[in-house]
Every structure is written in structure tokens, then in C-alpha cells.
């Protein structure tokens, strides 16, 4: 089954302990890019990247790092998380950039 | 910088009934993308329509169409007969030609009254 997943899905920390989310997807897409979702804001994109070891910064990548060392893998850093980053974030993949966006199920994070 | 702007934060309507979602972006490119996204309660984000702005046709999918007006830079969605599994937020989403930077707007709640 085509997919995208995140782990965890749901994760409570406290201010400053490093944490990485994962995202993995099966479809062999060249395109995947993180967002975090915050009512009243929407979806904001933090990173993307077009091709392996090829990433960009998004709209809001401030405390926040990726890597894409292998194509169906693209995990989000967080180094020193802090309050202001609680959020839902979502991991996303496409073939291209402009095709349909194959989202995952979304990562819950509680910044305490 | 594009913007995406979704003026309506919330809407209903009517089972069976017809409606329209607004959407207005800025841009300076002439050929882009144009997305709406829905989000049920379960999160999960599903395409439910897409449209490349040098096609002037407007796209269809089943009940859900688009009204793409490029001069204003207007992209509505219009749902009909609104079923009560339509109820979701819907994202509108812009994409430049190179695919890199996707922006959304700010969504819009849909309810549906049975």
C-alpha cells in the first residue's frame, strides 16, 4: 500500500530535550517536505526537499533541522525544543513539487 | 512572497444544498498551481481537486468543482449537493512552477446540516 508514515504520532517532551520525528514513504518520491498546522494559521511549511541531499528552508524553519540522506526517508530535528513549538505536523511526498501532496497522519507534539 | 488567503474561517450549509468556498492568492508568476486540500476529523489531508493555471478549463471532480479566475486571482471551490462526509476543513494551496514551496491558506471549517 502507497503511504507516507510519521513517528510517533504522538509525543509529550519538555523544553530543550532533542527529539527526531521520522517520515518514510513508500512511492519512491523525489519530493517530501515537512509542515506544522496551528489553528488559525493553517499549514506552514518548515522544510522541503526536491532530490537526496538536496533540502530548503520553508516559511517557519527557525529551531528546526532535516537531512535527506536517503530518498524515502526525511526526518524532522528538533534540538532543543521549546513551548512555542507545540504543534501538529505533517510529512508530505510527491512525485514533483506540483503534483498531488501524499500526506501522513500527522505528529502531535506537546512542548512542555 | 506568494499569499493564499481563505476569507471565510468557517461555513454551512445545508445537506443536498450547493456551496462555495472562497479563496484569493498573490503572485507575480504567471504559471502555477492551485490546490484545495480537505481535512476531516481524522487529520488526515486529501486532494480534493487540482488545477494548473495555463489551463483555462476549470476542474471537475464528481461533485466538486473549481471557479479559476486568474486575472483576479480568485480559485472557489464549489461543493454540491453537500453530503454530510464533505464535513471537513478545506485548505486552499498554491504551488509555483518549480514545485519547491507549497503555501496554504488558513482553511475553512465546513459544516453540514443534516
Known amino acids: 500500500e502507497a503511504q507516507v508514515t510519521q513517528n510517533p504520532r504522538y509525543l509529550i517532551t519538555v523544553t530543550g530535550k532533542k527529539l527526531t520525528v521520522t517520515c518514510s514513504q513508500n512511492?519512491?518520491?523525489?519530493?517530501m517536505s515537512w509542515y506544522r498546522q496551528d489553528p488559525g494559521l493553517g499549514l506552514r511549511q518548515i522544510y522541503y526537499?526536491?532530490?537526496?541531499?538536496?533540502?530548503d528552508k520553508g516559511d517557519v524553519p527557525e529551531g528546526y533541522k532535516v537531512s535527506r540522506k536517503e530518498k524515502r526517508n526525511f526526518p524532522l530535528i528538533l534540538e532543543s525544543p521549546s513551548p512555542n513549538q507545540t504543534s501538529l505536523y505533517f510529512c508530505?511526498?510527491?512525485?514533483?513539487?506540483?503534483?498531488?501532496?501524499?500526506f501522513g497522519p500527522g505528529t502531535r507534539l506537546t512542548v512542555l | 512572497a506568494q499569499t493564499v488567503t481563505q476569507s471565510q474561517p468557517e461555513m454551512s450549509v445545508q445537506e443536498a444544498e450547493t456551496v462555495t468556498l472562497s479563496c484569493t492568492y498573490d503572485?507575480?508568476?504567471?504559471?502555477?498551481?492551485l490546490f484545495w486540500y480537505k481535512q476531516p476529523p481524522s487529520r488526515q489531508m486529501i486532494l480534493v481537486i487540482r488545477?494548473?493555471?495555463?489551463?483555462?478549463q476549470n476542474a471537475t471532480e464528481n461533485r466538486f468543482s473549481v471557479n479559476f479566475q486568474k486575472a483576479a486571482k480568485s480559485f472557489s471551490l464549489k461543493i454540491s449537493d453537500s453530503q454530510l462526509g464533505d464535513a471537513a476543513m478545506y485548505f486552499c494551496?498554491?504551488?509555483?512552477?518549480?514545485?519547491?514551496?507549497?503555501?496554504f491558506g488558513t482553511g475553512t471549517r465546513l459544516t453540514i446540516i443534516p
Open positions: 526537499s526536491m532530490n537526496v541531499e538536496v533540502t
Open positions: 503572485t507575480s508568476e504567471s504559471d502555477y498551481y
Open positions: 508530505a511526498s510527491s512525485l514533483k513539487g506540483t503534483d498531488t501532496q501524499y
Open positions: 488545477q494548473e493555471a495555463y489551463k483555462q
Open positions: 512511492m519512491n518520491h523525489e519530493y
Open positions: 494551496a498554491f504551488s509555483p512552477l518549480a514545485g519547491e514551496k507549497l503555501t
